[in-house]
Nanobody, 127 residues
Framework: QVQLVESGGDLVQPGGSLKLSCAAS????????IGWFRQAPGKEREGVSC????????FYADFAEGRFTNSRDNAKNTVYLQMISLKPEDTAVYYC????????????????????WGQGTQVTVSS
């Protein structure tokens, strides 16, 4: 069974850091591009980042550039999203998803082609 499980979400103070994990089972993650998305209360889901297979090229939304780092450990079949300098507006449920091909499109907002999604992990940034 193809499955993604996110973890690492927590309550953190503004300026703090978190590292989210996206563990895959039932398939070999390193053949596919992996996207991170988030959905804040009352808002549309938005793209955060995407990491391609192979060279691991990464793409980020403007709000994530310089603060978030998307990486993959193929030996552990896991993708990570390291987040620093967190802001209250980063509060959201964060999801990872598998793209149907090895390379990101370059448009992190694109959800078409992401066929399998995790259940999400809650990130709350508040003092």
């Amino acid at each position: 069974q193809v499955q993604l499980v996110e973890s690492g979400g927590d309550l953190v103070q503004p300026g703090g850091s978190l590292k989210l994990s996206c563990a895959a089972s039932g398939f070999t993650l390193d053949y596919y591009a992996i996207g991170w998305f988030r959905q804040a209360p009352g808002k549309e889901r938005e793209g955060v980042s995407c990491i391609s297979s192979g060279d691991g090229h990464t793409f980020y939304a403007d709000f994530a550039e310089g603060r978030f780092t998307n990486s993959r450990d193929n030996a552990k079949n896991t993708v990570y999203l390291q987040m620093i300098s967190l802001k209250p507006e980063d509060t959201a449920v964060y999801y990872c998803a598998v793209y149907r091909g090895p390379y990101c499109s370059g448009d992190v907002s694109q959800e078409w082609g992401f066929d399998t999604w995790g259940q999400g992990t809650q990130v709350t940034v508040s003092s």
